[in-house]
């Protein structure tokens, strides 16, 4: 028999035909499929809505906080430039005994120390044949813009105390990542021991100094450091240095830390780039999470700690050095917490040598003192720091500089106009 001229061939189990003739496909009006085409369209118009808000508001609105950071910075380095190049002039010519010295075999220009020898006062005080405690100091930068420099007056007083200084120059981003930051510092500790005995140094009586990005450097590289095995083959280990000092630092890179910057000015697509770009990458470099998740191993190996933390800096959040200090407290390392009232991020290097105020320098001195004294057993007692002074420091902190002067006020301005 003939089959009907009018066919309707079976498509899936569906009639492809209407009785009006139209072809459709009845699985487009499935609620599963409806459902995900209603999905589909809103994705696509929050991500259209997204990228028109950032580009119409967020953008803009980035650009102004990041211009407002810089016109601040500009009007803050215009402001105390004078003042500034006091620092500047010392270091490039009128400092005596500071010598420039490559700690890397075929290294960058990025790859030297400034080593800046007792004063003269200081030798004549403790005995030219003495040999003298060592810092070593990592300057800071935002992970971008250090130099040794920055520390050149912190240096000029505590060389006054009869302290060998040894200021750290390394590459910064975009040169090397954070890891590669830390590797240039264990070089230049590496070379600081072996070398140190050369310039008056006592290499058994080392302490380490990090100020800012430079102290979230140098607390990663012990953290790091401490977890190396007993016995590897190493240079130096975490327990031959005499202590650890942080001045305003980075500790945790977390996403309120990273909100914070952001609404600074500093976007989020440069901390990305800079301090790492997933979550677990920054967890990796950030030493209060590394003290968290295996402190009771870490503490047994890591010196001493003073952490010492303005309350008026704008740029590093004070919570920071408490939630570090707590990590070290409770892995079992002698550690202690300075507040310095009203003080900035930049004081320490910048603010207070500059008035010759040397509360920062004080605790630096006594701190080491205490951890380098035979008696004391490494502890670092409130009393020491508060106002008890030994003896043996008592002429170490009257031979501190008495110049530069400059009058608070002008300080207290430069403090509003800087953005750090």
Not at 163 to 191: F, K
Not at 317 to 344: D, I, M, Y
Not at 373 to 379: A, I, R, V
């Amino acid at each position: 028999m003939r089959e009907s001229c009018n066919p309707r061939h079976k498509l899936g189990g569906f009639d492809p035909l209407e009785t009006d003739g139209k072809l459709i496909l009845p699985f487009l009006s499935s609620p599963a499929v409806l459902h995900l085409c209603r999905s589909t369209l809103h994705y696509v118009l929050r991500t259209l809505g997204t990228w028109l808000v950032t580009f119409v508001f967020h953008v803009p609105l980035q650009g102004v906080r990041l211009s407002t950071f810089f016109a601040r910075l500009a009007l803050y380095i215009i402001f105390l430039w004078p003042a500034m190049l006091c620092g500047l002039i010392y270091w490039a010519f009128a400092g005596k005994d500071i010598f420039s010295v490559s700690y890397k075999d075929k290294g960058s220009f990025r790859h030297t120390v400034d080593i800046y020898l007792p004063s003269s006062t200081a030798k004549a005080r403790l005995g030219e044949t003495a040999k003298t405690p060592v810092l070593i100091l990592v300057a800071g930068g935002a992970f971008i813009l250090g130099h040794k420099g920055y520390v050149t007056m912190l240096c000029r007083a505590l060389r006054r105390a009869g302290i060998l200084c040894i200021a750290v120059d390394y590459r910064y981003w975009p040169q090397t990542n954070i890891d590669g930051m830390v590797d240039d510092v264990e070089h230049a500790i590496s070379w600081s021991f072996k070398n140190c005995s050369q310039y008056g140094g006592d290499p058994k009586r080392i302490a380490l100094l990090g100020l800012s990005s430079g102290a979230h450097v140098a607390g990663l590289l012990l953290t790091r450091r401490a977890a190396v095995r007993p016995g590897s083959k190493t240079s130096w280990s975490t327990s031959d240095l005499v202590g650890f000092i942080g001045l305003g630092g980075i500790y945790e890179l977390h996403s309120r830390f990273m909100a914070h910057l952001h609404n600074k000015g500093i976007d989020f697509f440069l901390q990305r780039l800079v301090l790492g770009d997933t979550q677990s990458l920054r967890e990796s470099r950030s030493p209060s999470i590394l003290l968290r998740r295996d402190g009771s191993r870490l503490g047994k190996h890591l010196p001493p700690v003073l952490l010492v933390h303005g309350t008026g800096d704008k740029i590093v959040p004070t919570e920071q050095s408490e939630v570090f200090c707590n990590e070290l407290t409770k892995s079992g390392v002698r550690a202690r917490l300075l507040f310095h009232k009203g003080q900035g991020h930049n004081d320490p290097v910048i603010h207070s040598p500059l008035m010759s105020n040397h509360e920062t320098v004080q605790a630096i001195i006594l701190s080491i003192h205490e951890w380098t004294s035979k008696s004391s057993g490494n502890k670092v007692s409130e009393a020491l720091l508060k106002s008890s002074v030994p003896d043996t420091c008592k002429a170490c902190l009257a031979d501190l500089p008495t110049w530069p002067r400059t009058p608070e006020a002008v300080i207290h301005i430069a403090r509003l106009l800087t953005p750090f």
